[in-house]
């Protein structure tokens, strides 16, 4: 299937002509992202969880901060939301209502479940490492079992999603063009400064390249 | 007051010790950040919806994206849990487990209400302006009244809030510092790309200094 069929809850209702619901757009959104903020209900009040995750295929990992509360949600099979949002710019206009901003984001909807079989848990592990750096695994210590049983994973199938994407110009009322005001998109992306070796490092160990040329723009699906 | 005090909602479960309830921090990484993740539920579903927001002292002021669903789940009157995270830098360990990300999040709790008296819209869609972009809003066109109504504002009291903050290098187990392997921050932050004229924009207008010289970090609360 290459495009999620939207969903009441998914599809785009605010602004339609911004969804997107190829897979292939859905995927580069969620390769490129790497925190996702994870909503759950419990005892009908909605909290919303900053955290980690990666994608293997069609199912999303989250990784288990706050672990406790949202087990404890899970335990009950809510419904999960989980969106992750990139801000390509700021779109600034001639008026002041037709600011906005350039984005691309993903919404997501499902059950999640507790990933429990060891094996797909080493798999979402490795996903999780290998997507904040592209290259770590193979140079640090994997886990052991001990940390394989500390770790809560949470895996929401990539089943009911969408995205909502804006590029390009701020778009003005036709009488606000002759205004003498700079209008255009002023672009931001996540930049990876110099990197800080832990103070306990031993001289002589540099960065490797996937710290050295860290980049997430362009991922591949 | 100079501490929020911590909630059951609101209390820092999970690594604790990361938990900040000072009000200077709270609005510091609310003025620094510029999207949220605004979480509220419709039917027992939760929703996760990114958005552009402004702190005007004590309120939180939420714009009206996917206003629809939004307005219809406040006209229930139901708790909303809007959070704000900021990305500082991947924490690479030597084990993979230990893993982490530097971060400033802060989780406000409580009802929203519509903003429907004039002059607080307008005080909210000033905020708006002025903390994407400060010096912005005396250049450009002000909102008129059709586009007053248009706009559908929220207002979330800073009352039952708290903030995560994660610094410094990783934290190894005691034997895996003996392991050759870089380890250490990546720092992260959004940064300005050369801005990008409107293609509609007459020659001769240059972008403005809050435009040239735009930098999020170290706003002043």
Known sequence: MERFTPTERSAIKRLPQRGRYERATVKEILDEGFV????????????????????????LYVHGARASRMLKALSDGVQVCVTVTIVDGLVLARSAFHHSMNYRSVVVFGRARAVTDEAEKLTALHAFTEHVAPGRWAEVRGPNRQELNATSVLAVPLAEASAKVRVGPPVDDEADYALAVWAGELPLRLAAGEPVADPCLPAGIEPPPHVREYDRAHRRV
């Open 36 to 59: 996702c903020h994870v909503g759950f209900v419990l005892d009908g009040q909605p909290f919303v969880i900053p955290t980690g995750y990666a994608r293997v295929e069609d199912v």
